[in-house]
């Protein structure tokens, strides 16, 4: 505090040092009332005016004001752990793609038509199995001399495929499940079981009522040598496996298989569709500490609204496998036809077509500015958030460069999870796929460059959860348009508008095409509308 003093009368002032943003919202008048009452000569002094000249007071009324006005300047968030929550979970992984760091509140377009959802019809989940189905239920879940082992192979989602027809067979069969064995996965090197990806507990106790499963062989059955069967046709019929499995097994005891991907007829009697659908949407539920951490990041992506998430398959053995040119240089394109020339066991599409008749087939995955035009033409805002599931792509994060250059923000699990979050799974490809996977299924628009097994299993996921927006690619027909550079962009954008009006996850009858997978089509076996009865049973 400072004293001045004057030539006529001492007279004491108080000075404080006050942020400059204060003075400046306080005029200089009102600064010199607070600071000296004007003098009255014919009435006594009040009480306001004594308590104008208290120093004090004049303090405490400058602060008073001074947080007032700090209280209308500062900014503050509804959730108060989220700013440094999320400061620190988007720091890594590609955070170079953000022109904006995810902390700094964006306003994204919540409003536009690109969020609308499908109408889904009334169609609800619907698994109300026959008289028949339940009678014969009491019988198969006693027996104990028949069991049936499995030996499942490829990725997690691959691998799931597998485990929704082993069930399937073990009630064609009349028999009891052991879990089944999941064989390590050559590519990766991940040894996970399947408790380390599935909650068995659960598997267990939703499959009950139709098929028993138990942990392991009995001991009654340890010393019989399970016959092997390595000669499955593909989409083998419950006809062909009862003639061909049931002696056998009620023989032996015990019935080996391995490699059911596609063996497992896609037209089943009704009772097994549903009982496909409730191994899949039912009792397939992730471990624990997986549906944990992929909740946490579900929450994390949708803080600010809603989100896009996108499978891309832009991997090289993804090129090597489809026939395809990932069309980024000459060099990479070499690379990849000299790898398929020298293992051609790997290509999985029809050898006898050029790449150029594959890319127009919609035989090809869509490249990162294929991706990023489709969604531009679907009405996307440029403010979508989205969430990008898959392998690092060929030619590194600068691939995507066209997709996030439009869509700037852009983010993985890495980029969400805090430090130390995906420690425990880092060097569990299965596991990682299935965080991929919840994230993307409760996602608000869906959609997968180039279909898949996960791709296939969330559409149908989704569609079960009520027909929830996924956008399915029409790449036989659209991408002529894409390779037309003299086409406007509005003429363009309209035209594939028009090709995606029916692509975009409404309801769809399985019946309608054969050898449709349930699982990818649940109606009718699976769902049913308003004017007919639904099932007890609720999606969780």
Avoid at 121 to 142: H, M, N, W
Avoid at 203 to 208: I, S, T
Wanted: net charge positive; with cysteine; aromatic share 8%.
């Amino acid at each position: 505090m400072a004293v001045s003093k004057s030539n006529k009368k001492k007279h004491h002032q108080s000075y404080i040092s006050v942020p400059s943003q204060i003075i400046n919202s306080i005029s200089q008048a009102s600064l010199e009332s607070l600071l000296h009452s004007p003098k009255k000569k014919q009435s006594p002094p009040s009480k306001i005016t004594v308590l104008l000249k208290n120093p004090r007071f004049s303090i405490f009324l400058i602060f008073v004001l001074g947080f007032l006005y700090m209280l209308f300047k500062m900014p503050f968030s509804q959730n108060p752990c989220s700013i440094s929550q999320e400061k620190a979970g988007f720091s890594t992984g590609f955070s170079s793609f953000r022109s904006n760091s995810i902390e700094k509140a964006a306003v994204f377009d919540e409003k536009s038509e690109f969020w609308v959802q499908p109408d889904g019809l009334g169609y609800r989940p619907c698994l109300d199995f026959s008289e028949k189905y339940r009678t014969e239920s009491l019988e198969i879940v006693k027996d104990r001399t028949k069991y049936l082992l499995v030996v499942v192979s490829g990725g997690m989602n691959q691998q799931r495929n597998q485990i929704v027809d082993a069930v399937v067979i073990a009630r064609i069969l009349g028999a009891s499940l052991v879990v089944p064995n999941l064989q390590v996965n050559v590519i990766w090197g991940d040894e996970s079981e399947f408790s380390d990806i599935f909650d068995l507990d659960h598997f267990k106790k939703v499959l009950a009522d139709d098929v028993r499963v138990v942990s392991s062989l009995p001991s009654t059955h340890l010393m019989t040598r399970p016959v092997e069967e390595k000669r499955t046709p593909l989409h083998a019929s419950p006809e062909w496996i009862r003639s061909r499995y049931i002696r056998r097994i009620r023989r032996d005891g015990v019935l080996l298989l391995r490699g059911l991907d596609s063996r497992l007829s896609k037209d089943l009697p009704s009772d097994l569709q549903k009982l496909r659908c409730k191994v899949a949407f039912h009792a397939l539920r992730f471990a624990p500490h997986i549906s944990e951490l992929g909740t946490k990041l579900t929450e994390r992506m949708r803080s600010k609204g809603p989100y896009v998430a996108l499978h891309l398959r832009m991997e090289k053995d993804v090129w090597v496998r489809t026939g395809c040119l990932p069309g980024l240089s000459p060099n990479y394109d070499e690379m990849i036809n000299n790898e398929r020339k020298s293992r051609p066991e790997l290509l999985t599409s029809r050898s006898n077509m050029t790449y150029h008749q594959r890319k127009l087939a919609g035989l090809c995955p869509l490249n990162a500015l294929e991706v990023a035009r489709l969604l531009k033409a679907l009405g996307a805002p440029k403010t979508t958030r989205i969430y990008w599931a898959g392998g690092v792509p060929l030619g590194g994060k600068e691939t995507l460069t066209p997709l996030t250059s439009e869509f700037p923000h852009f983010y993985n699990k890495e980029d969400l999870a805090l430090p130390g979050e995906l420690e425990p799974f880092s060097k569990k490809a299965s596991l990682m796929a299935a965080i991929d996977y919840i994230v993307s299924e409760r996602s608000d628009v869906f959609m997968a460059s180039h279909g898949g097994n996960m791709g296939h299993a969330i559409q149908g996921q989704r569609a079960y959860a009520g027909h929830k927006k996924t956008i399915i690619p029409n790449k036989r027909q659209m991408l002529s348009y894409f390779m037309d550079t003299s086409l406007p962009e509005s003429e363009f954008n309209k035209i594939i508008v028009d090709l995606h009006r029916d692509s975009l996850g409404k309801p769809e009858l399985r019946t309608s095409k054969n050898g449709r997978d349930v699982t990818k089509y649940p109606i009718p076996e699976c769902m049913c509308n308003n004017t007919v009865a639904r099932s007890s049973i609720e999606v969780k």
